[in-house]
């Protein structure tokens, strides 16, 4: 059992241009957040998941205290 299962291993190798830091990266782009369209390096998809959870995070925790008070 020597085969692994590889998506596409021509694919993982593509280089690829980030347009958010513009730097290149070689392998799968991630999917930006803010228009589910544009690829961007997986350093900069983490960010922006980092990003937007603690802005999703804080936009609930301000609305709970609004309806507390
Ligand atoms: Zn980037």
């Known amino acids: 059992m020597s085969k692994l299962?590889?998506?596409?291993?021509?694919?993982?190798?593509?280089r690829h241009k980030c347009p958010k830091c513009g730097k290149e990266y070689i392998g799968y782009?991630?999917?930006?957040?803010e228009d589910n369209k544009?690829?961007?390096c997986p350093r900069c998809g983490l960010n922006e998941a980092l990003f937007f959870y603690a802005e999703?995070?804080?936009g609930r925790t301000c609305n709970?205290?609004?309806k507390e008070e």
Request: proline residues 8%.
């Open 38 to 40: 544009t690829e961007i």
């Open 29 to 33: 782009p991630a999917l930006s957040r």
């Open 5 to 14: 299962s590889t998506d596409n291993p021509k694919a993982a190798q593509k």
């Open 64 to 66: 709970s205290w609004f």
């Open 56 to 58: 999703d995070l804080n």
